[in-house]
């Protein structure tokens, strides 16, 4: 089964905190995303990548940036945490060069900042 | 923005079949209807996608309009872990890219 996994299920930061947000697939797919949840929103797209050192900004990718150094990892990474950050994180990941292919979610990391 | 819409909550009996609107009216010739379904405390979970065709799985079937302005996802025989919120999504084509556009999805309860 394609495996996607999250560091945390759970996370509370302080506003102002560094936060870092890993997300590892196991089925060498090119694509790796990260969304946010919010209630009655959906998800919304933050960041995407389609290849190692490759990434693309999604609709929203204010206050986020990512890294891709290696294949399978992608993370996420909040320079400055503040409260309106505090929110449902997923990450996915999908095979194919233009990520147009069924997109795997990790469970998601709960971050609260407050 | 979103470009589909659903409604926000439906039942339905176990043992029926569910079946799920989503209108897509302004969707284009060469974008995909995608269905995922969250259930709680879980990432989402992909069911199926179509862009003219009816499709089918081992999960649901899908019916396209001919006019593709609205779709109904099938669940044919719905147990009580089907309860879960089902999002109808249009993949679209950004800068080569192609990107989920999410709603806010359909709350789908299986009553006993």
């Known amino acids: 089964d394609v495996k996607v996994t999250q560091s945390s299920r759970y996370l509370v930061k302080r506003t102002g905190e560094k936060v870092f947000l890993e997300c590892v697939q196991d089925?060498?797919?090119?694509?790796m995303f990260w969304y946010r949840q919010d209630p009655g929103l959906g998800l919304r797209l933050i960041y995407f990548?389609?290849?190692?050192?490759?990434?693309e900004k999604g609709d929203i990718p204010e206050g986020y940036s990512v890294s891709r150094e290696k294949k399978e990892r992608f993370s996420l990474i909040l320079e400055s945490a503040s409260t309106n950050q505090t929110s449902m994180y997923l990450c996915a990941s999908s095979s194919g060069g233009t990520s147009g292919n069924e997109q795997f979610f990790g469970p998601g990391t709960r971050l609260t900042v407050l | 923005d979103a470009k589909t819409t659903q409604p926000p909550s439906m039942d339905c009996a176990e043992g029926r079949a569910a079946n799920l609107p989503c209108n897509h009216s302004?969707?284009?010739?060469?974008?995909?209807v995608y269905w995922y379904r969250q259930i709680h405390s879980q990432g989402p979970q992909y069911i199926i996608h179509g862009l003219k065709n009816n499709e089918t799985n081992e999960m649901a079937s899908l019916i396209i309009t001919e006019d593709r302005k609205s779709s109904t996802l099938i669940l044919p025989h719905a147990t009580l872990r089907d309860t879960a919120v089902y999002y109808c999504i249009v993949r679209v084509v950004i800068d080569s890219n192609y990107q989920l556009i999410w709603g806010a999805g359909t709350k789908l309860i299986i009553k006993p």
């Open positions: 302004t969707i284009s010739g060469n974008e995909y």
């Open positions: 990548s389609y290849d190692v050192k490759m990434k």
């Open positions: 089925m060498d797919h090119e694509n």
